[in-house]
């Protein structure tokens, strides 16, 4: 037998698979638990900071759409609608109103000052307030006037210029104003400020500007500064534009309902909330800051985007949005550029904004990865420190393993070569040793069942080999006088049949038919005593009584005939047998020798069988006189008239035993045929 792999080997290889499996579903549960709360506390901060904006954004609203209801109906609005003549009065009285309330709120309260004082005739510069700086100053309350314009029923804009302009009065052109307008993108939106003439509610629109060109500020392409109404104007090169906030507010003429046209105020669309997202990324991993903007036709807005990051963001966003708006928040991981994201996108504005607004954070994963892949490193060489001291115990516990199971090995090759009385030192009282005592104990009834096997050499019937194992049968020499009932069976004219055939043709012959002949006394609880040549005998009743051995021993010499005449059927040499059956008192028990037994019946009785077996014709059964009583009334026999046998000084009274199940005018034969 080729040999396969030690149980050393098997063991150390079993436990280096299992620490190393062990270590990485560890290591694999680990980084998805950190990846999790890595997500699980930025995504929560996330959402509160959206709800944070969501609830600027929407007070913010009301403020804007209250504002511009007030200001809608200012005779100053009204005089431009209908086409008066410019009214310096109306002009400063308007931008006194407009101011103060933006102002307050702005939580400057008492403190609000006018534009316009009634003893001046020029602007008070000292109420300007804080010079405006688009870039830095975006958070001052003057960036939050915004621009301002009206839009008759024609479609004519007319620009609302502020005091704020190059010439302290009242500008005729609009000044610095119209440049500033052009920030707001008017062109862009002026489609859907027409379809807002359609109807009498204010709307709120955000838009998107075009990308802030020197030239538009009167900033020339080659500075960097420049000064508009005295007050400071920085510029970065490559700035992202704001997004633009516009509300809508139908004038109608107080006097006759008629719907004048639209006053329109456009500011940054960025709230305090906003602003403290990005506020927010200072407090990030300098190298991996959370990166926040607008997503508004098709591209996303932020200040604090590089262009190149902030189109690669946009095409995601497009991507992940498609064409039908979604009003509920989402998450989106993948790469972003070389670089792995997470991107948070939730809704600003309702689904039916002619361009629906999003805010986005992405949020760098390389940190999260970072941390991982140590986490790897130091979790891998913790399980190698891990894998070596199991690798070491696991050789320490196989090789006192191995120890006694070579010991039973060699016992099991002792064994299989016949040295039965071959047996293991137990070592210990665990499983080990108890397989040791196991051994032994298979070993000693191993010895025991060799003996049986010898003994089991000296008998030819399994019943006798079966009460030899038991110890029910006596061994020693002699036996007990016992009521028996013997059958003899031979083949008719055995001699004649055989002569020309092979005796290997003979052999299998006999064989085949002993063995079919041997299963049927057996099942009629019989002891098959010994072959003769063609015959065999058979006793019932000789170890253990069955009951009416008599009534066994003629049922299984019918049984014998039918099946023989069935084989016969399938032979090209039929075999005719006869049958003969005796019963009375014989001595059974073990005949023979002292090293060779054998289990059989002697007595009269027992040559009385032999004989009428002889005398019985091919293919019936005779019986003896004892033999029919103890068979009872309900047996069919046939008279034959006196034998004298061999062996025998008187004559014998003998039966021709009939089948019921062949015997028309037998009652069992009558009751198969009416079923």
């Given at each position: 037998m080729k040999k396969g792999t030690r149980f050393q080997t098997k063991l150390l290889l079993t436990m280096v698979v299992m620490v190393t499996a062990v270590t990485m579903a560890l290591l694999a549960a680990t980084e998805r638990k950190i990846r999790e709360a890595y997500t699980r506390q930025f995504e929560g901060e996330f959402q509160e900071l959206m709800d944070h904006m969501v609830e600027s954004r929407k007070a913010r609203a009301e403020e804007s759409l209250t504002l511009g209801s007030t200001l809608a109906s200012d005779p100053y609005i009204l005089s431009i609608l209908r086409g008066d003549e410019d009214d310096e009065q109306l002009w400063r009285e308007f931008w006194n109103v407009y101011v103060t309330t933006i102002r307050k709120s702005t939580e400057l309260g008492s403190a609000a000052k006018p534009v316009f004082n009634e003893n001046d005739e020029k602007v008070l510069r000292s109420s300007r307030g804080p010079r405006i700086n688009l870039v830095s100053g975006i958070d001052s309350w003057i960036n939050r006037i915004g621009a301002i314009a009206t839009m008759d029923t024609q479609g004519e804009v007319t620009l609302i210029p502020d005091p704020f302009s190059k010439n302290e009065n009242m500008p005729k052109n609009g000044g610095t104003q119209h440049n500033r307008w052009r920030r707001f993108n008017y062109d862009l939106a002026r489609e859907e400020i027409e379809v807002f003439m359609k109807d009498d509610s204010q709307h709120i629109l955000y838009i998107a500007p075009d990308p802030v060109q020197p030239s538009t500020l009167g900033v020339s392409s080659a500075g960097l500064k420049a000064k508009a109404s005295g007050n400071k104007l920085e510029l970065r090169r490559?700035?992202?534009?704001?997004?633009?906030?516009?509300?809508?507010?139908?004038?109608?003429?107080?006097?006759?309902?008629?719907?004048?046209?639209?006053?329109?105020?456009?500011?940054?669309?960025?709230?305090?909330?906003?602003?403290?997202?990005?506020?927010?990324?200072?407090?990030?991993?300098?190298?991996?800051?959370?990166?926040?903007?607008?997503?508004?036709?098709?591209?996303?807005?932020?200040?604090?985007?590089?262009?190149?990051?902030?189109?690669?963001?946009?095409?995601?966003?497009?991507?992940?949005?498609?064409?039908?708006?979604?009003?509920?928040?989402?998450?989106?991981?993948?790469?972003?550029?070389?670089?792995?994201?997470?991107?948070?996108?939730?809704?600003?504005?309702?689904?039916?904004?002619?361009?629906?607004?999003?805010?986005?954070?992405?949020?760098?994963?390389?940190?999260?990865?970072?941390?991982?892949?140590?986490?790897?490193?130091?979790?891998?060489?913790?399980?190698?420190?891990?894998?070596?001291?199991?690798?070491?115990?696991?050789?320490?516990?196989?090789?006192?393993?191995?120890?006694?199971?070579?010991?039973?090995?060699?016992?099991?090759?002792?064994?299989?070569?016949?040295?039965?009385?071959?047996?293991?030192?137990?070592?210990?009282?665990?499983?080990?040793?108890?397989?040791?005592?196991?051994?032994?104990?298979?070993?000693?009834?191993?010895?025991?069942?060799?003996?049986?096997?010898?003994?089991?050499?000296?008998?030819?019937?399994?019943?006798?080999?079966?009460?030899?194992?038991?110890?029910?049968?006596?061994?020693?020499?002699?036996?007990?006088?016992?009521?028996?009932?013997?059958?003899?069976?031979?083949?008719?004219?055995?001699?004649?049949?055989?002569?020309?055939?092979?005796?290997?043709?003979?052999?299998?012959?006999?064989?085949?038919?002993?063995?079919?002949?041997?299963?049927?006394?057996?099942?009629?609880?019989?002891?098959?005593?010994?072959?003769?040549?063609?015959?065999?005998?058979?006793?019932?009743?000789?170890?253990?009584?069955?009951?009416?051995?008599?009534?066994?021993?003629?049922?299984?010499?019918?049984?014998?005939?039918?099946?023989?005449?069935?084989?016969?059927?399938?032979?090209?040499?039929?075999?005719?047998?006869?049958?003969?059956?005796?019963?009375?008192?014989?001595?059974?028990?073990?005949?023979?020798?002292?090293?060779?037994?054998?289990?059989?019946?002697?007595?009269?009785?027992?040559?009385?069988?032999?004989?009428?077996?002889?005398?019985?014709?091919?293919?019936?059964?005779?019986?003896?006189l004892d033999t029919l009583e103890a068979l009872g009334d309900n047996t069919t026999a046939e008279a034959l008239p006196d034998l004298e046998l061999k062996g025998f000084s008187q004559t014998w009274t003998a039966f021709h035993l009939k089948d019921p199940a062949s015997d028309p005018d037998s009652p069992e034969r009558k009751a198969v045929m009416a079923d």
């Open positions: 490559n700035q992202t534009p704001i997004v633009q906030e516009m509300i809508s507010t139908p004038v109608t003429d107080p006097e006759t309902g008629e719907m004048l046209g639209l006053f329109l105020r456009g500011t940054s669309a960025e709230t305090d909330a906003q602003r403290f997202i990005e506020r927010y990324q200072s407090t990030m991993d300098s190298k991996d800051p959370l990166k926040s903007g607008i997503y508004l036709n098709g591209e996303v807005l932020s200040r604090s985007l590089d262009h190149k990051f902030a189109s690669e963001l946009a095409q995601v966003v497009e991507a992940i949005i498609g064409e039908e708006y979604r009003e509920d928040r989402f998450r989106w991981e993948g790469e972003i550029g070389s670089m792995r994201h997470a991107v948070y996108i939730a809704p600003l504005t309702d689904a039916d904004t002619p361009w629906p607004a999003f805010e986005v954070a992405a949020f760098s994963l390389t940190k999260l990865n970072s941390d991982l892949a140590e986490l790897r490193i130091r979790g891998s060489g913790i399980g190698l420190i891990v894998l070596l001291f199991s690798a070491l115990m696991a050789w320490l516990l196989s090789r006192n393993l191995s120890i006694p199971l070579r010991e039973l090995v060699r016992g099991t090759k002792a064994i299989r070569e016949g040295t039965l009385g071959y047996r293991v030192e137990v070592r210990s009282r665990d499983e080990i040793g108890e397989l040791a005592s196991a051994f032994n104990e298979m070993a000693e009834d191993l010895k025991q069942k060799d003996l049986y096997r010898d003994l089991l050499g000296k008998v030819s019937d399994e019943t006798v080999a079966q009460a030899l194992v038991s110890g029910s049968l006596d061994l020693e020499l002699g036996g007990e006088l016992k009521n028996v009932s013997v059958l003899f069976c031979d083949i008719r004219g055995f001699t004649a049949m055989t002569e020309h055939m092979d005796p290997t043709q003979v052999i299998e012959m006999v064989n085949s038919h002993m063995t079919a002949m041997t299963q049927i006394v057996q099942t009629h609880f019989g002891v098959v005593d010994k072959f003769v040549g063609d015959e065999i005998m058979a006793v019932f009743g000789g170890l253990k009584s069955y009951g009416n051995d008599a009534a066994n021993a003629a049922a299984c010499a019918l049984q014998m005939i039918r099946v023989r005449k069935e084989l016969n059927r399938e032979v090209e040499i039929p075999v005719d047998i006869g049958v003969g059956v005796a019963t009375g008192e014989a001595i059974a028990g073990c005949m023979g020798s002292t090293d060779r037994l054998n289990f059989t019946v002697l007595g009269a009785r027992v040559n009385l069988a032999a004989r009428l077996c002889d005398a019985a014709s091919a293919m019936t059964a005779v019986i003896d």
